[in-house]
């Protein structure tokens, strides 16, 4: 089928145009821009939903013709709409180079699609499906966190906690004195020094096994002394009585230690009956050297179990010491790793729970609120106020407001549309673009003057004029001001946006606080969230 193209020229450079102004509902219609503009000069078109009321489900890639020294260049989207009724397409905002145009508004009619409900089958209601929330990077870093921690926690617990399973040796070291000289004995029984001939390594073991058993029951420096220096300590240990020793002991244990002796520095080497014979005589003298040991007093058994008391109390503090040590260590450098990622000053307010960062990060609302309907995202969703009008305006005047308010994040959003009833005189007045423009200079000084009467101090005023992405023009008035809070200034900050057609006045009041860097992040989404949409006539 062929285009039905209804031209509307703005100037020398844009153009645009629909393909027909009648649809039915859901049906595609094309909406045309054609620039000419310098082979030097950057063009810039729509994007994104600019088309309110109407959706554009498609962008079309620009296509470009040169034509002498300049472009011929012609965008075109897709917009459709599934309510039928008559709608206005916006003005949409065209820049070339330095200067910006604006296409005219075009009028579309959608008109229902007939349906025999006679032969259209009818169904149940589908259910609602769960829509996944989008996580945000706060949940993320806690996520994180309490992961960090849970395996930190268990390697100090497999580490350093934990009662780990005793190795051999382990196990041998904790049995008494006399034990381990036994097994020791055993173990050299089931050695192959004898069958080998080795008698320069059976004899250093077993005068090892006695030497030792020595060193920690009777001489403490049995093992670093000469078989002379060791046989003389035993003698004066006897005579002064601390250890019931034989004569004939001490003779054996003299005879089996020179003998060693010849065998490890002279190469002397005994029958192979003697080396087994000296082998029971160290067994028979262990058992005398015990016997001949004095039972420890009661204040030496005392002293003994405080020791060991002491030990533990020593060897825990130095694990508590060992985990408080590496846990300082990890949550710093978590701390630094997270920082050099997202921002320290972020990770300190998420750890601390921010408020602002719960909003700024949470589930936003995007709604339209009043009639013609504001559309605006906030982070929650706006509630009704009824305002009170006196009685001598209830007639003229009908207002609907709604407004949030985070006593913790300090911000404060209204969003209110006030209708006019006005004669058909007043109608006039105000037709015009300077009695509405004069008209919002006014409402922005009463603001003004209403945040001076709450005790508003030190307010800046600035004022520029906004433009919504669908085009629709404003005020905005915005500066900064200090509040008297429990009689501390606290910073603060203010945009009002004012908006003025034919008999209906929209405005968006913002508040938050001056040094808040996420209400500031907060308050450029929603100012750049503003859409408004024309009632439908």
């Known amino acids: 089928m062929a285009f039905l193209f209804v031209p509307f020229y703005l100037s020398a450079q844009v153009k645009s145009s629909i393909d027909s102004t009648k649809i039915k509902i859901g049906q595609q219609i094309t909406f045309k821009v054609e620039v000419e503009a310098d082979t030097t000069d950057l063009?810039?078109?729509?994007?994104?939903?600019?088309?309110?009321?109407?959706?554009?489900?498609?962008?079309?890639?620009?296509?470009?013709?040169?034509?002498?020294?300049?472009?011929?260049?012609?965008?075109?989207?897709?917009?459709?709409?599934?309510?039928?009724?008559s709608y206005t397409i916006p003005r949409q905002k065209i820049i070339i180079g330095t200067k910006t145009f604006f296409t005219d508004s075009l009028r579309v009619e959608v008109n229902n699609i007939d349906v025999d409900t006679t032969k259209q089958g009818l169904y149940d209601i589908k259910p609602f499906i769960e829509v996944q929330k989008k996580s945000s990077n706060r949940w993320l870093i806690i996520l994180a966190i309490l992961l960090a921690v849970a395996l930190v926690a268990f390697l100090l617990y497999w580490f350093i906690w934990r009662k780990k399973p005793l190795t051999e040796e382990a196990k041998i070291a904790l049995l008494p004195p006399y034990d381990r000289a036994k097994l020791a004995l055993k173990t050299l029984d089931e050695s192959t020094y004898l069958e080998n001939?080795?008698?320069?390594?059976?004899?250093?073991e077993l005068t090892f096994i006695i030497r030792k058993y020595l060193d920690e029951k009777v001489y403490d420096k049995a093992l670093e002394s000469t078989t002379d220096e060791l046989i003389s300590r035993l003698n004066l240990l006897k005579d002064a009585n601390q250890i019931e020793l034989s004569k004939d002991d001490i003779r054996n244990l003299e005879t089996i230690l020179k003998r060693a002796d010849l065998v490890k520095f002279a190469k002397s080497a005994p029958d192979v009956e003697l080396a087994k014979l000296d082998r029971n005589t160290i067994d028979i003298e262990i058992d005398h050297v015990k016997e001949a040991l004095p039972e420890p007093t009661e204040e030496e058994k005392l002293l003994n179990e405080q020791?060991?008391?002491?030990?533990?109390r020593k060897k825990k503090r130095r694990k508590i010491w060992i985990t408080v040590l590496i846990s300082v260590l990890l949550i710093?450098?978590?701390?630094?790793?997270?920082?050099?990622?997202?921002?320290?000053?972020?990770?300190?307010?998420?750890?601390?729970?921010h408020e602002s960062i719960a909003l700024l990060e949470g589930d936003w609302v995007r709604s339209e609120y009043g009639v013609p309907p504001i559309t605006i995202?906030?982070?929650?969703?706006?509630k009704r106020e009824v305002v009170e009008l006196p009685e001598e305006f209830k007639d003229k005047i009908k207002n609907t407001t709604f407004r949030y308010v985070s006593l913790n994040s300090g911000i404060d959003i209204q969003v209110s549309t006030t209708g006019f009833n006005y004669s058909e005189e007043e109608k006039k007045q105000q037709a015009t673009d300077e009695a509405k423009a004069q008209e919002l200079l006014a409402t922005s000084e009463k603001f003004i003057e209403r945040l001076e009467s709450q005790g508003a101090k030190d307010i800046t005023v600035k004022r520029e004029q906004f433009i919504t992405p669908n085009a629709a023009e404003g005020l905005k008035t915005y500066g900064t001001m200090n509040l008297d809070i429990k009689g501390v200034l606290e910073p603060a900050s203010y945009a009002i946006i004012l908006f003025k057609s034919e008999n209906v006045r929209q405005q968006i009041i913002l508040q938050w606080r001056k040094n808040d860097d996420y209400a500031n992040q907060m308050i450029d989404r929603i100012l750049d969230s503003i859409e408004l949409k024309k009632a439908e006539e």
Request: charged share 25%; proline share 4%.
């Open 307 to 312: 020791y060991k008391q002491e030990q533990e």
């Open 377 to 382: 995202s906030t982070p929650k969703v706006l």
């Open 43 to 85: 063009v810039v078109f729509p994007e994104g939903q600019t088309f309110v009321p109407l959706e554009m489900i498609e962008s079309y890639k620009v296509d470009t013709t040169k034509n002498d020294a300049k472009y011929q260049l012609i965008k075109r989207y897709g917009l459709t709409q599934f309510d039928s009724g």
């Open 197 to 204: 001939s080795e008698l320069k390594d059976y004899y250093s």
């Open 332 to 353: 710093i450098a978590t701390f630094v790793g997270f920082g050099m990622k997202y921002g320290f000053s972020y990770v300190k307010d998420t750890l601390t729970g």
